[in-house]
T-cell receptor, first 110, second 114 residues
């Protein structure tokens, strides 16, 4: 079993839709969770990071962590074509290493 | 967060040759990480580079293939040695910024081996 599981998509939505991206993880000891956005031919860009359970909001983006079910989510409101990218969830392990999910490719149609 | 300058941004190399990738950080950092992203795949950690000590490699990666240097707290290099087409990937360096766990990434080196 992979430590972080993520549906690879692709996920195609119309402009303005609410997007929900999800990951599950296996190790209950993980405390820090991140979401990265990666455009084609670019390095990953940090979108959100959260510590432990709860929600964190930043503009149109909301990150949610449910430690009881080992489930992390990223919600994008009022999605735009410029949001079309690959979204990667990641956790930090006890050695400060990032463990990534496989990434979900999102396409927002105009 | 830190700013990372990574070079080269891309290269096309002949099999059997080696390529050295450089990462320069605008602040001192204890740890630097090197990742590989194969086509259509997520990021896989190659090794952790600490200044003043040998790099620590993840399972499946060896020093002879991916030698790493870390001469000071702002710079590191990764060499991809004796390349084969299977080494065609994006290689990225990363650092953990101070005070947060929002790791920063370089823009990546897109390597094609022919």
């Amino acid at each position: 079993q992979k430590e972080v599981e993520q549906d690879p998509g692709p996920l195609s939505v119309p402009e303005g839709a609410i997007v929900s991206l999800n990951c599950t993880y296996s190790n209950s000891a993980f405390q820090y969770f991140m979401w990265y956005r990666q455009y084609s031919r670019k390095g990953p860009e940090l979108l959100m990071y959260t510590y432990s359970s709860g929600n964190k909001e930043d503009g149109r983006f909301t990150a949610q962590v449910d430690k009881s079910s080992k489930y992390i989510s990223l919600f994008i409101r009022d999605s735009q074509p410029s949001d079309s990218a690959t979204y990667l969830c990641a956790v930090v392990d006890s050695s400060y290493k990032l463990i990534f999910g496989s990434g979900t490719r999102l396409l927002v149609r105009p | 967060s830190a700013v990372i300058s990574q070079k080269p941004s891309r290269d096309i190399c002949q099999r059997g040759t080696s390529l050295t990738i450089q990462c320069q950080v605008d602040s001192q950092v204890t740890m630097m990480f090197w990742y590989r992203q194969q086509p259509g795949q997520s990021l896989t950690l190659i090794a952790t580079a600490n200044q003043g000590s040998e790099a620590t490699y993840e399972s499946g990666f060896v020093i002879d293939k991916f030698p790493i240097s870390r001469p000071n707290l702002t710079f590191s290099t990764l060499t991809v040695s004796n390349m084969s087409p299977e080494d065609s990937s994006i290689y990225l360096c990363s650092v953990p910024p101070r005070g947060t766990y929002g790791y920063t990434f370089g823009s990546g080196t897109r390597l094609t081996v022919v």
